[in-house]
């Protein structure tokens, strides 16, 4: 059985929350500021948080500020996405990634979709 990466989606209504939870590989906690990022179809992945490496400093899109909340826990090298107060264009592929400098990211899963219904 293969083990997903990212998980926690699901269909959810609108004002409803959902938890994200990404088991990257390796110790990636340790190497990588991490992030989540978001798809919907015919759209770039946009960048929805992310978490310093060391620190645990955050960053949010405008988008999402005041309803979602990135955190990690170190000893399970997994980084988790609390989504509050979910909006129907919150809708989408929802991928954890390791920050590279030249500003891509490396990911290690197929995503986990999410689904606000309104």
């Known amino acids: 059985q293969v083990q997903r990466v990212e998980s926690g989606g699901g269909l959810v209504q609108a004002g409803g929350s959902l938890r994200l939870s990404c088991v990257p590989s390796?110790?990636?906690?340790?190497?990588?500021?991490l992030a989540w990022l978001r798809q919907t179809p015919g759209k770039e992945r946009e960048f929805v948080a992310d978490?310093?490496?060391?620190?645990?400093?955050?960053s949010y899109a405008d988008s999402v500020k005041g309803r979602f909340t990135i955190s990690k826990d170190n000893n399970k090298n997994t980084v988790y996405l609390q989504m509050n107060s979910l909006k129907p264009e919150d809708t989408g592929v929802y991928y954890c990634g390791g920050a590279l400098d030249n500003g891509a990211y490396l990911y290690w899963g197929q995503g986990t979709q999410v689904t606000v219904s309104s």
């Open positions: 390796g110790r990636a906690v340790y190497q990588y500021t």
């Open positions: 978490i310093a490496r060391f620190g645990g400093t955050t």
